[in-house]
RNA sequence: GGUGAGGUGGCUGAGCGGUCGAAAGCACUGGUCUUGAAAACCAGCAUACGUUUGUAGCGUAUCCAGGGUUCAAAUCCCUGCCUCACCGCCA
């Protein structure tokens, strides 16, 4: 959410901004409405100051014994003029927040122009892309080949497209990805681990700004009602993470605060029915490491570059070859201010692609969630700053390993920072 | 799931339907005192929004949340959520 004041007194500004995005905002109607609020709000503010005044003096009159009859004949009307406004004004500031909640963030000036990921600013490269003197395969062929580590038909058959059931050393690898993430967020980066619920309810999605806007990417236990939906599904660590600071003051020392959890996602996929069908690229359920960082304004930016080093890392550590991609203002997520995706190399598709993204959200996500931090010696606490990355998404990783690590003869090399997860296990090969 | 108790400011904890944004204590901040510190004493100490050039003033709202009764609700009624205790069940 925009800060309404900065919303309010700079509309066009805003406007303009967000056309970089490819969001219109109709800054006449948003003129219109705040417009009325203002006028109701004075109203009803002014009827609420007469009616308390009254009940007031109603009060000591009664005090000192008086006859109150005739003063309340005299309040006669107020109580049904003040409850109309009340209900106009609920009305229009309903009208407001409707919109306010679906105004995406404001791009960064650093953040390049653009409509799509076409426009990315590629900004780095790392490692070498493998050549291979053998057919290469894609990873469904290489587990396939290796007894059926990923099963697909299995994931249909439980729940439906879109599933998987890994099994075997597969699974243990999938396992040790995970963990080796973790360990070295832990140990290395300075994250606290955490565990979190998978189910989180609506206010949880309201803060991080998946809800109202995205409910049908989620999936969530009950029908939507007038009070939402019950509890939902979390589509990344970043919702349960972020949310731990949803209405907390925390003291200035105590930022930074890093975590960092591994926790299933599920996405509902909406809209996304043609692509990505085969393989692991594109599931309802996958894991992921997840980063979150709550900042001081002043250091959010710096932030957003260790952050994703911290990812980087990972990729590094793996000696898998990515790229790191500046998201133009057309592909950035709804909350982010600024983002870089890193893109893995995949052989088999002969691209990069996308495997994590560490975005910058400045105050969107604290101001939904009354996020907040004091300095020393300040009486009024400010809005602190959340940013978060996949550290990695470990699906996408499992892929990566399988087609850069396959070798001629079908067997996969484990990357030796991850042999020590795998009980020594230096490749695995068909029984 | 059943029964009972309860949810008040950073914490503890008062609060006959009216002058309660809310006693008191603790914590915290500033000051006096002191060579310094402690103690003592004095003062201050919630958040959001509106109005405004204003971190001033004024106004409005907030005593778990949402409804209701009333001229007036922290206080009464209903619903929900949560906490605690005991019972049942369970990994």
Not at 2 to 14: A, G, I, S, Y
Not at 299 to 324: C, I
Not at 408 to 422: E, K, R
Request: glycine share 8%; aromatic share 6%.
């Amino acid at each position: 959410m925009l800060d309404p004041k900065f919303l309010r007194n700079e509309l066009e500004l805003v406007a303009e901004k967000l056309k970089a995005r490819g969001f219109n905002l109709d800054t006449q109607q948003l003129a219109d409405l705040e417009e009325q609020r203002k006028a109701l709000q004075v109203k009803t503010e002014q009827l609420q100051n007469e009616r308390n005044a009254r009940s007031k003096s109603i009060g000591k009159a009664k005090a000192a014994g008086e006859d109150i009859a005739p003063l309340l004949a005299e309040v006669g009307q107020l109580g049904t003029d003040l409850d109309t406004a009340k209900a106009d004004l609920a009305a229009v500031q309903e009208q407001v927040e409707k919109i306010t909640l679906g105004i995406p963030n404001l791009p960064d000036d650093s953040v390049p122009a653009g409509a799509d990921e076409n426009d990315n600013l590629e900004v780095t490269t790392w490692g070498t892309i493998p050549s291979f003197d053998f057919e290469v395969k894609d990873h469904v062929d290489v587990a396939e080949f290796l007894n059926k580590g990923l099963d697909f038909e299995s994931g249909v058959k439980l729940s439906g497209s879109r599933f998987v059931v890994m099994r075997g050393q597969i699974a243990k690898l999938h396992r040790a990805l995970a963990q080796f993430m973790l360990d070295l967020h832990t140990e290395e980066h300075g994250y606290e681990e955490a565990y979190v619920p998978y189910l989180v309810n609506s206010d949880s999605l309201y803060g991080t700004g998946q809800l109202p806007k995205f409910g049908e990417d989620l999936f969530h236990t009950q029908a939507e009602t007038e009070h939402g939906y019950g509890l939902s599904l979390i589509p990344t660590a970043e919702v349960p993470l972020t949310n731990l600071a949803r209405d907390e003051i925390f003291d200035e020392e105590q930022l930074p605060i890093k975590l960092t959890a591994h926790t299933p996602c599920f996405r509902s996929e909406a809209g996304s029915s043609g692509r990505d069908t085969r393989g692991l690229i594109r599931q309802h359920q996958f894991d992921k490491v997840e980063l979150v960082q709550l900042v001081k304004p002043e250091d959010s930016f710096e932030t957003l570059e260790q952050l994703t080093g911290h990812a980087e890392a990972v990729l590094q550590k793996l000696e898998l070859p990515y790229r790191k991609v500046l998201l133009c203002t057309g592909d950035m997520g709804f909350g982010a201010t600024k983002t870089y995706d890193l893109e893995v190399w995949l052989p088999a598709q002969n691209c990069y692609r996308e495997i994590s993204s560490c975005s910058n959200m400045v105050d969107f996500q604290a101001r939904r969630m009354q996020a907040r931090f004091r300095r020393k010696g300040a009486k009024k606490p400010e809005l602190l700053h959340t940013l978060n990355g996949s550290g990695l998404a470990v699906g996408r990783t499992l892929v990566a390993i399988l087609e850069n690590y396959q070798q001629a003869d079908g067997s996969l090399a484990i990357p030796t920072v991850l042999q020590n997860y795998m009980g020594g296990l230096t490749s695995i090969s068909v029984k």
